[in-house]
């Protein structure tokens, strides 16, 4: 999905902390947009807002604009009435963005249990909960099956500083749901785990709950919430969580409740991934993820409107400057390779789930209430959706600049597949028996050989390729099983002696017969 990035990106004044941020493209206050073009790609995930809900009305089969709602029923503009009309018109569609809180009880079913910050290597320590960011109140609607609304997490790890020097980190995990007057239902779900360093001293830091109109009033009616800036991972009235990398061989798992409605296959930020899943209750799954955050090259780059290059990229972006997110053809990375010079423009580090659309799904993966697969990788560009399955092999395209910013290290690519050890077996008609398996990365001039790594345990199959360089390259994974012999046994007689002979296509020896 491409969307337009045609603003210049909040610059951050008067902090009080010293840190060390992640790098965020920020197009220049005094960029002429009539001589240049800029491009960027990059994931565009939301995160840092507050719970809300999305009306959208619908006359003569178009969307209208958009009004935001801090509440179902509570706020005028979307009515408990709204919600549960049946009409097959489905004039309005409710969308509802919901964060989750940290679990105040034992009892909860949508909330964040704990979050793990250690050192690779190091046995899982659970980070000390600080506090749950401000934010307006969001209820919840039992007969819609809503949850309520909470924030963005903050914690203190103090045994594993990030790149900053500080401990904090914050946890964002967002469910989407929509309705058409059905009644809610889960569509997407999002997590992100972020270092950060704490700042304050500017007035542009709000509440990010709020509902704001386009004139910078708080209200409801044909307006957005508060926009997060991109250097923050969250925010509030004065303050900012400025986005910090992790520092190396950092490890973070995080665990909550969520709808066994969310479910399916995962893709992310992740390096070495760990995925439990439990039951909680008969609605509820209790899910646990840990993995390294990866580095991840970015691409951002500006390019004079009258050169051919740039008319080219934008045809082929779709856009004259965008984001795009992990729902993108690899193919467009090649439309910049030589604008960039293959060269990546900055690099960061990320740890982040999302759920996938299951549009593309094989029948294999299509299992209600189950958590089948995880794929992660951090590579520039990837492909939205699980592995596909062609020829015998799953394959997975990801994509690159060969260098990284000081245009002389070749970046180091890694990819991770978790699967279902009973989704495998059904990919390719297998039995209960033991699973192997082989990976490969074709594509590319570069002649480098990935490190693979290939296990089975808990019933997940684990499969990892590292340190292949970048093109335009495709994962390919076979996984294959040892043939069974099957035995029969047969009885043999010679006179009055018997002798029982066990084989796989048993005979009987000579001067024997066969009883």
């Known amino acids: 999905m491409l969307a337009a990035l045609l603003s210049a990106a909040l610059v951050m004044s008067g902090s009080t902390v010293a840190s060390a941020e992640a790098w965020s493209f920020q197009i220049p206050s005094n960029a002429d947009f009539n001589k240049s073009t800029f491009f960027q790609i990059d994931e565009l995930y939301d995160i840092g807002q507050g719970s809300h809900v999305s009306r959208t009305d619908k006359v003569d089969g178009r969307n209208m604009v958009t009004q935001y709602c801090s509440s179902i029923g509570l706020d005028p503009n979307c009515p408990v009435s709204v919600a549960t009309n049946s009409s097959p018109t489905k004039k309005v569609e409710l969308r509802a963005e919901i964060v989750m809180g940290f679990c105040q009880t034992a009892n909860e079913s949508f909330c964040i249990e704990n979050l793990r910050i250690y050192k690779s290597g190091a046995t899982a320590k659970a980070a000390q909960f600080i506090r749950e960011v401000e934010h307006s109140p969001f209820s919840a609607n039992e007969a819609l099956k809503m949850p309520a609304g909470g924030a963005a997490s903050l914690w203190d790890a103090p045994e594993v500083p990030h790149s900053g020097g500080e401990t904090t980190y914050s946890a964002y995990v967002k469910v989407t749901m929509v309705n058409f007057g059905e009644g809610f239902k889960y569509q997407g779900f999002t997590a992100v785990v972020s270092p950060y360093a704490e700042i304050t001293g500017d007035a542009r ?43 190396d061989g950092t490890r973070a798992g995080l665990t909550f409740r969520v709808s066994t409605q969310i479910g399916g296959f995962f893709n992310g930020r992740l390096k070495a991934p760990d995925v439990r899943v439990e039951k909680f209750d008969a609605n509820t799954n209790r899910i646990s993820v840990d993995g390294e955050p990866v580095a991840i090259p970015r691409l951002a780059i500006e390019v004079p409107n009258a050169s ?92 690159g600049m060969h260098y990284l910013p000081d245009g002389k290290t070749e970046a180091q690519g890694s990819y991770d597949l978790l699967l279902r050890s009973d989704v495998a077996r059904c990919l390719y008609g297998f039995s209960k028996a033991p699973l192997s398996a082989t990976i490969s990365v074709t594509g590319g001039t570069d002649k480098t050989v990935a490190t693979t790594v290939v296990s089975e345990k808990n019933g997940w199959l684990k499969l990892a390729a590292y340190g292949f360089t970048f093109s335009d390259k495709t994962i390919k994974v076979k996984i294959t099983q040892p043939k069974v012999v099957k035995k029969t046994t047969i009885t043999c007689v010679k006179g009055k002696v018997t002798k029982k002979v066990t084989a796989a296509g048993p005979k009987c020896p000579t001067g024997y017969k066969k009883k």
């Open 205 to 247: 830091f709000r509440d990010a709950s709020k509902i704001i109109d386009a004139q910078g009033r708080e209200g409801n009616a044909f307006s957005t919430i508060n926009r997060i800036p991109a250097k923050c991972s969250w925010m509030e009235e004065g303050k900012c969580g400025l986005t910090e990398d992790f520092a």
């Open 308 to 399: 051919p290059e740039a008319a080219l990229a934008g045809m082929k972006a779709g856009s004259n400057s965008f984001k795009t997110q992990a729902s993108f053809n690899p193919n467009q990375i090649e439309t910049f390779r030589n604008l960039a010079n293959d060269t990546a423009t900055a690099q960061t580090t990320s740890w982040q789930l999302a759920s996938i659309a299951q549009g593309r799904y094989d029948r294999c993966f299509s299992k209600p209430n189950q958590l089948v697969g995880l794929v992660t990788t951090n590579s520039m560009g990837y492909e939205s959706g699980a592995p596909q399955m062609s020829g015998g092999f799953l394959n997975y395209k990801v994509s």
